[in-house]
């Protein structure tokens, strides 16, 4: 007795002095870990609202060895009637036939295998139970982390994709911000639950010990969906009237330089990116980036070169300018003769009649004037050639090298000043616009909402901004650009349009159009190019004009995107841009 009580009396110390360790002993083989992983951060837009997000869902896997599963190991024998009632409600919670899921689970030469993929919370709630009650069948329910894009095609560039890491079955980004910001997305920390054994199976006890997850970090950008809605629906218009090879649009914010949206066509839907087709050289039609494709900007130059040769004083406000009867062979250059288009004043121009009619002589005569050292300076302010400051990779962009100043002055200025031998992108045009309509000072494109707005440089005097401001509001009032004209909105801008010389491409066209409004206090910038218009025009004004021109319109209105719900539709006109 006195060893029966002293061996209790043990028993009772160790229970008190090391209860953590006597319940691990106690339980051992009782218990187990059910891993939570975390899922991929969500992309938000300025306002909050979700572009990429990510849902629970459940994959059907068959991971079982024939010689071990419930209806194939050779000492068991099912009837199909018997297995079918086992397996019946399973398939049909699954969305699959029976006799498709009793196929694979009688294959012998399967080890394993998906059944379904995307089962929901729901679904998977239901089929473990008939799993436990007919164990060993091999079925198992995994659960996976399904990628999903509210606004479907609406911004569809910049957002991107994800595929499946074929080691883990984890997501990845594909491209676009999904793949730029990759790790930082997958930043979250997974949690797990303790399950412990009830009954031949295991549930889920609160009591036990949980280590939660954390979750990642959300990406907080500067875009706004409906304005991405909005561009995408103009520039469907675009491409159903003139059927250009792409369209792309940028839009951005004057005030504090930050781009709410940024759109192109040909696109995709990254709710299901493996529709889109791949070209002939193997490249997925759609996916690139708009917003840092090259371009000529032609005529759109000119009141980048005017305004500055203004703030320079290599021109007066009143000085005027000879057309040459609209053919001028520039003295010293063997070039060609430099022409106007069809309809510019044969008399003498000055700068705002430059502006207005789109000169090219004129707008020649003013790089002269400016200078190679100071038209290259120029172009450095504007930041046309700089990186953009964002993540993604900013392309090269065509700019005359040092010879061409030196050796061919009388020629480069003035082919300069018209917005040809020299390239730039979308975004940097529109960021030297923002400069334009905000009082002259420059500030770097922003997408992401840690971004701190900068001092910014200051490229022009804010009064020849002004001045320059209200000559394109003359431009796009002007009589012979009625279709430009839009009595509810005060707005200005300029067109362009570049003639390809160069290999196939000779004699198609780019078209392009800057607009800002309103001209008092520009709250928004827009560009809107189109490359080879194969419809009745190839004017920037026509092509790319009403564009911007119903953007800007619909943004100062305040009006929402014309489509209802959620923005998961596909283009109407996608095949018929796709295959050409």
Request: charge should be positive; hydrophobic fraction near 35%.
């Amino acid at each position: 007795m006195a060893l029966l009580y002293l061996a209790t009396a043990g028993k009772l110390v160790q229970l008190q002095a090391f209860p953590a360790a006597e319940r691990l002993r106690a339980t051992a083989g009782k218990e187990r870990s059910r891993p939570i992983p975390a899922m991929r951060g969500r992309i938000l837009d300025r306002h909050g609202r979700t572009m990429a997000d990510s849902l629970p869902r459940w994959r059907l896997i068959l991971d079982l060895k024939p010689e071990e599963r419930r209806y194939t190991r050779p000492d068991r024998k099912y009837s199909l009637e018997e297995m079918g009632n086992e397996m019946g409600l399973v398939a049909e919670l699954a969305g699959i036939s029976t006799g498709g899921l009793l196929g694979k689970l009688l294959d012998t030469n399967r080890c394993y295998s998906n059944i379904v993929e995307g089962l929901s919370q729901g679904a998977a709630s239901r089929i473990q139970p008939l799993l436990n009650a007919a164990r060993g069948t091999g079925l198992h329910l995994r659960r996976m982390e399904e990628r999903v894009y509210p606004q479907g095609r609406s911004l569809a560039h910049v957002v991107g994709f994800t595929t499946e890491d074929e080691k883990d079955l984890s997501l990845i980004g594909a491209c676009g911000l999904e793949r730029m910001f990759d790790s930082e997305l997958r930043k979250g920390k997974s949690g797990s639950l303790l399950s412990r054994s009830v009954a031949r199976g295991y549930g889920v006890d609160l009591a036990l010990e949980s280590l939660p997850v954390q979750p990642a970090p959300d990406l907080r950008t500067f875009l706004d969906a409906k304005v991405g809605v909005l561009l995408r629906e103009e520039l469907e218009n675009l491409q159903r009237e003139h059927q250009p090879d792409w369209s792309c649009g940028v839009v951005i914010n004057v005030e504090d330089s930050t781009i709410l949206a940024i759109g192109a066509l040909p696109d995709f839907d990254p709710n299901t990116p493996g529709d889109v087709p791949v070209s002939e050289d193997g490249q997925l039609i759609g996916h690139g980036f708009p917003g840092m494709w090259p371009f000529e900007p032609g005529s759109t130059m000119k009141p980048l070169v005017v305004s500055r040769a203004l703030a320079e004083g290599a021109i007066s406000p009143t000085q005027k300018f000879s057309q040459e009867s609209g053919r001028w062979y520039v003295r010293g250059s063997k070039q060609p003769p430099i022409r106007n288009a069809q309809g510019v004043p044969s008399h003498s121009l000055n700068w705002r009649e430059v502006l207005l009619h789109s000169s090219n002589i004129g707008a020649g005569k003013v790089g002269l004037a400016l200078g190679a050292d100071r038209l290259k300076t120029a172009l450095l302010d504007w930041g046309l050639r700089e990186p953009s400051g964002l993540p993604w990779r900013d392309q090269n962009v065509l700019f005359p090298p040092k010879v061409e100043w030196k050796k061919r002055p009388h020629w480069t200025i003035p082919a300069v000043s018209m917005g040809h031998q020299v390239q730039t992108t979308p975004l940097r045009l529109a960021a030297a616009y923002a400069a334009l309509a905000g009082e002259g000072k420059l500030y770097s494109p922003r997408l992401f909402q840690n971004q701190e707005k900068g001092e910014g440089r200051q490229v022009l005097p804010g009064a020849i901004a002004r001045e320059v401001r209200y000559a394109l509001q003359d431009v796009v009032e002007a009589p012979h650009r009625a279709w430009l004209h839009d009595p509810e909105m005060e707005w200005g801008g300029k067109s362009g349009t570049v003639q390809k010389t160069h290999g196939d491409q000779k004699g198609q066209y780019t078209s392009l159009f800057v607009g800002f409004t309103p001209v008092e206090n520009p709250e928004w910038v827009c560009v809107v190019v189109a490359d080879n218009p194969k419809g009745k025009e190839h004017y920037g004004s026509k092509v790319a004009g009403p564009a911007v021109m119903n953007v800007l319109r619909r943004l100062s209105e305040g009006l929402a995107p014309t489509s209802s719900g959620p923005y998961l539709e596909r283009s109407p006109f996608g095949g018929m841009l796709l295959s050409e």
